[in-house]
């Protein structure tokens, strides 16, 4: 069964520094998709990036942007120049692809970000 | 596009009543989920669906039906509410099961059982 673990359940950041949040996996699968998702107070959840697994080069929206080791199986999230605007639960999450049995989401523990004025 | 909407908000149910959270999209998605969040857990998955009239079951089914008679609506049912439900259900929809495109949640309900 594929695990995804966050070890740092809460983080803090200053306003206009970088903050990463660690995100191990568990996968015996080769192709497959890793999600970043941020849950802000409103319970809302938003897609902040995505990364194929057979994709070498990193994923980057904007201030967002991913180190994914796929040996390791390791996707961390790195933002730069944190706003308020960030403070939010962030979940690491995980689907194979093309699975046809569910194509589930395998998600994270989260990790609460806390952004310092 | 109103995207995925969930009805009710919040609900409070006694333990032993049985209730339906509503979940709609109208974004003609073939693939619709339910998740609960539960603290320190993240979101597990309940039953999902690859189309209309197929439903399957997830990571965490017992105590839940689904059904899905139209690709717009997929209800999740309590058949006898216990206190070990009490968590925020999350509805979300996709455009195909095997695709890479993005999934939309709606924005939650929570459920407390007393």
């Known amino acids: 069964a594929q695990t995804v673990t966050q070890s740092q359940p809460e983080m803090s950041v200053q306003e206009a520094e970088t903050v990463t949040l660690s995100c191990t996996y568990d996968t015996s699968e080769s192709d497959y998709y890793l999600f970043w998702y941020k849950q802000p107070p409103s319970r809302q959840m938003i897609l902040v990036i995505r990364?194929?697994?057979?994709?070498?080069q990193n994923a980057t929206e904007n201030r967002f942007s991913v180190n994914f080791q796929k040996a390791a199986k390791s996707f961390s999230l790195k933002i730069s120049d944190s706003q308020l605007g960030d403070a939010a639960m962030y979940f690491c999450?995980?689907?194979?692809?093309?699975?046809?049995?569910?194509?589930?989401?395998?998600f994270g523990e989260g990790t609460q970000l806390t952004v310092n004025p | 596009n109103a995207g995925v909407t969930q009805t009710p908000k919040f609900q409070v149910l006694k333990t032993g009543q049985s209730m339906t959270l509503q979940c709609a999209q109208d974004m003609n998605h073939e693939y619709m989920s339910w998740y609960r969040q539960d603290p320190g857990m993240g979101l597990r998955l309940i039953h999902y669906s690859v189309g209309a009239g197929i439903t399957d079951q997830g990571e965490v089914p017992n105590g839940y039906n689904v059904s899905r008679s139209t690709t717009e609506d997929f209800p999740l049912r309590l058949l006898s509410a216990a206190p070990s439900q009490t968590s925020v259900y999350f509805c979300?929809?996709?455009?195909?099961?095997?695709?890479?495109?993005?999934?939309?949640f709606g924005p939650g309900t929570r459920l407390t059982v007393t």
């Open positions: 999450a995980y689907r194979i692809r093309g699975e046809t049995s569910g194509s589930r989401l395998t």
């Open positions: 979300a929809s996709r455009r195909t099961f095997r695709s890479s495109y993005e999934q939309y």
């Open positions: 990364q194929e697994a057979y994709k070498q």
